[in-house]
């Protein structure tokens, strides 16, 4: 079965600084998909962004990237000029990529991250 | 950009009540999921329902759980019975496939006395 362990339970960066989150999973699969997903107070999941396993380059969103390195079975997301809007909890998420598959999503324990001024 | 809605957004209920939380999926998607999060805890999946069947469902999912989707743009959780543990957020997700990321909903907060 797959796993996802997110090991710091919870982080805090200085406004426009910058800040890595760590995630590893475990699977004997070579097709996945991850995710990270930003769940402010409201509790409203959001998704963050999305990597494919099979693609090499690590995905970015505006200030949001990861590095994936897929030997190792690591998917940080490093946020870069840090806002108070960026206080949340974050999860990291495992998804099959498999013939059949249902689609769902295995997360990990989540990350809370505080911006401070 | 549509959304997935679910109402309520709070709903309080004594222990050994019945509650059924509603889902309003994205009206294209095919895939529809229920997750539960307890407060301060990880998300945990409970079923996924695809062509009018459970496609797959966590030990959580026990017979205390239902899934129906009644008239082709609601889908509904029934929970039978229940428990002061049952207290959590509930969230409803969606997709067009299964290699698409999910589309949340915003959540129901179930509060057991």
């Known amino acids: 079965a797959q796993t996802v362990t997110q090991s710091q339970p919870e982080m805090s960066v200085q406004e426009a600084e910058t800040v890595t989150l760590s995630c590893t999973y475990d699977?004997?699969?070579?097709?996945?998909?991850l995710f990270w997903y930003k769940q402010p107070p409201s509790r409203q999941m959001i998704l963050v962004i999305r990597?494919?396993?099979?693609?090499?380059q690590n995905a970015t969103e505006n200030r949001f990237s990861v590095n994936f390195q897929k030997a190792a079975k690591s998917f940080s997301l490093k946020i870069s000029d840090s806002q108070l809007g960026d206080t949340a909890m974050y999860f990291c998420?495992?998804?099959?990529?498999?013939?059949?598959?249902?689609?769902?999503?295995?997360f990990g324990q989540g990350t809370t991250l505080q911006v401070k001024p | 950009e549509p959304e997935v809605t679910q109402t309520p957004s709070h709903q309080v209920t004594q222990m050994g009540q019945e509650v059924i939380l509603r889902c309003v999926p994205i009206?294209?998607?095919?895939?529809f999921y229920w997750y539960r999060q307890i407060l301060g805890q990880k998300v945990e999946f409970l079923v996924s329902?695809?062509?009018?069947?459970?496609?797959?469902k966590s030990e959580i999912f026990d017979d205390q759980f239902s899934v129906e989707r009644p008239d082709g743009s609601n889908f509904t959780l029934k929970i039978r019975s229940t428990k002061l543990e049952d207290s959590a957020m509930y969230f409803c997700?969606?997709?067009?496939?299964?290699?698409?990321?999910?589309?949340f909903g915003p959540g129901t907060r179930l509060t057991v006395l």
């Open positions: 997700a969606s997709k067009v496939n299964p290699e698409d990321r999910p589309f």
């Open positions: 699977t004997s699969e070579n097709n996945y998909y």
């Open positions: 990597q494919e396993a099979y693609k090499q």
């Open positions: 998420a495992f998804m099959r990529s498999l013939t059949g598959n249902t689609g769902k999503l295995i």
């Open positions: 009206s294209n998607h095919l895939y």
């Open positions: 329902f695809y062509n009018n069947e459970i496609s797959e």
